[in-house]
């Protein structure tokens, strides 16, 4: 809990404690989620590149 | 063509299709058309709550310039006179846009999103802004309730617009998709959805959940006028990084199938699971009626579903906090405790699990694609939501295995693959369950292929009849 205070507040979030205790509950979820992600042997596997139609779009394909 | 005398007596209840032919044959005028609306807008809203704002005034006045054009009756744009809500978090010049969210009160843009822009060029009358969970991240949407029960919550984050149209309080709606937002509310409502191929419509103007993931869609009362309203909002605008430039198809004329009997993948894995008996029956059922109808049935199996969910979460979150970042630090305590966690939270999520959830996406669109090429499909069909509408006030449901899930991650479970992949995805009602409450099926298509779902849609509804069963209000 402190260390997402620290953390938030380093990044200039108003946060305290009793903030940080509803943001923890958020963020134990994405962790959960990017554990899973994580696992997921993903070794070979690039980014998807999400704006390629706009690469179309100026013809640098 | 004439439409019926007794719906013309009620031309709140019309389609798109049908009050555009009623307005041509001049059996109804745009005044009278815009003023049933309103009446029934009156009517509806006590109960339902799908309005956050109501432009009467503004839409009598275009009613008005559109009789005169009806009157003159050459050249008619293809919408002309058809009254459409707005998700509210969709830009409209001098009408405020809110986003649901004290932080946005009274904020009144000076000019329109690209997709009003074009829907007005195409005749529609802005009748109204719809609700939506604030800034579009949930699926509450409050305060607005499911017609159908008002007991329940109408889904979100468009839920103002699947209401809207469900309660006939509009002809058609417009909402936005991060990982179901159209689909979802279409369901819970018991009308249509359409998420189109991603980039088909213009986000410019539309305040975004994730660049990465948003798409703008129509909630209509048919699939027909799914096709009908999606051809004059596509379009390539460059101030979208992501708009296609592809020409938008002819929907209204050139929707086919691919071939007579097209082939439907039916997933043995992940989007049956956990899906709520009474919805997968119906659903079932669904997928009979469109075999008897000619299709081709074939069994699928789909690899790495389970990593969309996960991937949709921290992308959506770290974009959107992203967008409102500094806002956050300005005015902190004007957003929602929910809408405010969200956001701080995204903030702090690793860079690291940011591109694993862009090489997530990656395996989630190469499995779609290779089940498509494999077997030869056209589409495929899932059930849109696992449960249909559930009670106000409930945020959280118990799964089959024990655990305990937030709704937007369950209502959003069967959904987002489809925002991932980008491919284009219709919500279509399939029947009740035993409480009463619309279910819906899902028809995803190749990239592109709005064509292709819109009409495999039309032909489930030629079969059926849920699409034109009312709430009762």
């Not at chain 2, 309005?51 to 744009?77: F, H, I, N």
């Not at chain 2, 097209?262 to 709520?276: H, K, L, S």
Request: charged fraction near 20%.
């Amino acid at each position: 809990m402190s260390t997402v205070v620290a953390v938030g507040m380093m990044a200039n979030l108003p946060m305290d404690g009793r903030r940080a205790e509803a943001v923890v509950d958020v963020l134990a979820k994405a962790v959960e989620d990017a554990d899973l992600l994580r696992d997921a042997e993903l070794t070979n596997t690039q980014p998807a590149i999400v704006f390629r139609a706009a690469w179309r779009s100026t013809n640098w394909t | 063509m004439e439409v019926d005398q007794l719906d013309i007596d009620r031309p709140h209840r019309l389609t798109v299709r049908d009050a555009t032919q009623a307005l041509r044959a001049r059996q109804i005028s745009a005044v009278e058309l815009i003023t049933d609306v309103l009446s029934r807008i009156q009517e509806t809203e006590p109960a339902i709550h799908a309005y956050a704002l109501v432009t009467a005034d503004r839409a009598l006045e275009s009613a008005r310039k559109a009789d005169e054009m009806l009157r003159r009756g050459s050249d008619l744009p293809p919408l002309i006179g058809i009254p459409v809500g707005i998700k509210d978090v969709i830009e409209t010049a001098a009408i405020p846009t809110e986003c649901g969210s004290r932080v946005r009160t009274g904020f009144v843009p000076s000019v329109s999103a690209e997709v009003v822009v074009r829907l007005e060029a195409a005749g529609a009358i802005v009748i109204g802004k719809t609700v939506t969970h604030e800034f579009a991240f949930g699926v509450l949407s409050p305060p607005t309730r499911c017609p159908w029960d008002l007991t329940c919550i109408p889904g979100g984050s468009s839920g103002g617009s699947g209401a809207a149209v469900a309660a006939d309080s509009c002809l058609f709606a417009v909402g936005t998709d991060t990982g179901c937002s159209v689909r979802n509310p279409a369901s819970i409502n018991g009308v249509v959805g359409l998420k189109p191929t991603f980039g088909r419509v213009s986000r410019f103007g539309v305040i975004p959940v994730s660049w990465s993931l948003d798409h703008v869609g129509p909630l209509t009362k048919t699939a027909g006028d799914a096709g009908l309203v999606l051809e004059a909002m596509a379009s390539y605008d460059p101030r979208d990084a992501s708009s296609l430039t592809e020409h938008a198809p002819r929907l209204s004329t050139e929707a086919g199938l691919r071939r007579k009997a097209p082939r439907v993948g039916i997933p043995t894995n992940y989007f049956f699971d956990g899906v709520a008996e009474d919805v997968k029956a119906a659903v079932r059922r669904a997928i009979a009626v469109l075999q008897s109808q000619g299709a081709d049935v074939i069994e699928v199996t789909l690899t790495d579903m389970e990593l969309a969910l996960p991937a949709v979460a921290i992308l959506s979150m770290v974009e959107s906090s992203t967008f409102h970042s500094a806002q956050l630090r300005r005015t902190p305590t004007l957003y929602e405790p929910d809408s405010r966690a969200r956001l701080e939270a995204g903030e702090l999520i690793t860079g690291t699990a940011y591109v694993d959830a862009q090489r997530a996406r990656t395996r989630v669109k190469e499995s779609l694609r290779k089940v498509f090429e494999t077997n030869n499909l056209d589409v495929l069909a899932t059930p849109t939501c696992p449960l249909t509408a559930l009670p106000i006030g409930q945020p959280n449901i118990v799964c089959g295995d024990g655990s305990v899930v937030p709704i937007v991650n369950e209502y959003a479970r069967l959904p987002c693959p489809f925002n991932l992949s980008g491919q284009p995805a219709i919500s279509i009602p399939c029947g009740f369950d035993s409480q009463q409450h619309p279910v819906g099926l899902q028809i995803i298509g190749r990239p592109f292929d709005e064509a292709g779902i819109i009409s495999l849609a039309q032909l489930y509804e030629s079969a059926t009849d849920w699409h034109t069963m009312k709430a009762p209000l």
